[in-house]
């Protein structure tokens, strides 16, 4: 749904930071008790969750690279799915996956954690292209009921302070953490950085959030794991791979398969 040359091409071709991305995503969704609780009581990602992690790759790969058709078909159905999703948290509190406060936040963390992700270990943005990234994302948002999602960087910054009082410390993170680190995951090159991407999501979740979660600083990056990480996102950011979405799509735009991975 985005154009060729908007930001999240450039941000989701690069599969080392979309998977910090979305380690920081998750950490920041499982500290919401409504969608902790709608996640780990509806969805197989406890129990298998590299089929479900597959499954929300190729969501983003279609909302970004896809046809508006194509991407309003799979959202249509996504939403479905998400009708049946609704319950109570252990505490009492009712939920719906529909939910639009909900929504809104899953899309927030989803931009913020794939964002911050390239920008920190990737390739450096500027202020305007971090709004830039937000403000794309809002077409697919809307369709998915995210009516409320930022649309700029103070957006996001807004959302996290009004967010923050409903966050809590939970099990589930660590528990989703492990798994992270026990499911074979990346392609075989990468799978012994694995630990250290898991570390350089937590990197980025905001100070805020790892103090309500409890994520100290024995999870922090050390600086040899830093370099590697960094330097592991900068090769993918330059590495057209056949058969990859962004590759993919470039051609079916008539554009050269490298078009996003030149040096700018």
């Not at 983003?60 to 159905?77: D, P």
């Not at 913020?112 to 994302?137: C, I, K, Q, S, V």
């Not at 809002?138 to 103070?154: E, F, K």
């Not at 922090?220 to 799509?249: T, Y």
Request: neutral net charge; charged residues 20%.
């Amino acid at each position: 749904m985005a154009a060729p040359d908007s930001v999240s091409w450039r941000v989701f071709k690069n599969p080392v930071s979309l998977f910090v991305g979305g380690v920081a995503a998750v950490i920041l969704e499982l500290a919401e008790p409504r969608v902790r609780t709608g996640v780990w009581q509806y969805s197989s990602f406890r129990t298998d969750p590299l089929p479900r992690l597959k499954r929300t790759g190729l969501a983003a790969m279609v909302t970004v690279y896809g046809a508006r058709s194509a991407a309003e078909t799979m959202i249509a159905g996504v939403r479905r799915m998400h009708d049946r999703v609704a319950g109570d948290t252990p505490t009492g509190a009712t939920y719906r996956a529909n939910d639009v406060e909900l929504l809104d936040w899953v899309q927030a963390t989803a931009s913020f954690g794939f964002l911050e992700a390239y920008r920190a270990y990737a390739a450096p943005l500027t202020d305007d292209e971090r709004d830039r990234f937000y403000a794309e994302a809002a077409p697919a948002a809307a369709l998915y009921g995210a009516v409320g999602a930022p649309g700029s960087v103070v957006g996001w910054e807004a959302q996290l302070v009004a967010m923050l009082p409903k966050l809590e410390r939970h099990e589930i993170v660590f528990e989703f953490l492990d798994l992270m680190r026990q499911t074979a995951i990346l392609p075989a090159p990468l799978q012994g950085l694995q630990g250290a991407l898991i570390r350089a999501a937590v990197a980025i979740t905001p100070a805020e959030v790892r103090a309500v979660v409890g994520l100290g600083p024995e999870w922090d990056l050390g600086p040899v794991e830093g370099r590697l990480v960094r330097w592991a996102g900068a090769a993918a950011d330059r590495l057209p791979i056949k058969g990859m979405p962004a590759v993919e799509a470039c051609l079916r735009m008539g554009l050269p398969a490298d078009y996003l991975y030149r040096r700018k």
